[in-house]
């Protein structure tokens, strides 16, 4: 095989790094990101990605929901705390746009992933019932009617218990 590095980036910048508009650097090779994270260490990495998600914040500005995915990649490895709501919102609303656009599969791993960092991190707190509602939604195209009479069910029952129904019925 050719050992020039080809494969382990996408695309080739300078230095045989993947570079887009902005400098960045994408590993694509599996074994080349983990031996890059298992040098970093975990907080190292965890920091890295949280000045990395705070960055582009600042350079999307208004833009910033548009690059939900990339966003929520980014807060949900810089670890517990305060990105972690943040990420949250951020898989809803990537969740939410590829739903919108009948990218169903990947609109499912958003709103699951969204659902799951929901519970892992609130105790008790109060859902948005359309999270629930737009993941009910994306099921069915998926093939899973089952999951999705049972997502709508949920639903319904915690609009009722916070008294938003009518969102639901």
């Not at 939900?68 to 709501?85: Q, T």
Request: glycine share 14%; charged share 25%.
């Amino acid at each position: 095989r050719g050992g020039g590095g080809e494969g382990w980036v996408r695309g080739r910048g300078r230095g045989g790094r993947a570079e887009d508009a902005h400098g960045g650097c994408d590993v694509v090779n599996p074994r080349i990101r983990e031996t890059l994270y298992g040098e970093l260490g975990l907080a190292r990495a965890q920091t890295l990605h949280a000045t990395i998600a705070e960055a582009l914040e600042a350079l999307y500005g208004a833009q910033a929901t548009e690059h939900a995915g990339e966003l929520a990649y980014h807060l949900l490895r810089a670890g517990e705390g305060a990105m972690v709501p943040k990420a949250v919102g951020y898989l809803t609303t990537a969740g939410r746009s590829a739903l919108a656009t009948h990218a169903d599969q990947e609109a499912a791993a958003y709103l699951s992933t969204a659902l799951s960092q929901h519970q892992r991190i609130t105790s008790g707190d109060p859902l948005d019932p359309w999270l629930i509602a737009d993941l009910a939604s994306a099921r069915p195209r998926l093939g899973e009617r089952e999951e999705s009479l049972r997502l709508w069910s949920r639903a319904r029952c915690d609009a009722a218990s916070c008294g938003h129904i009518a969102r639901v019925a």
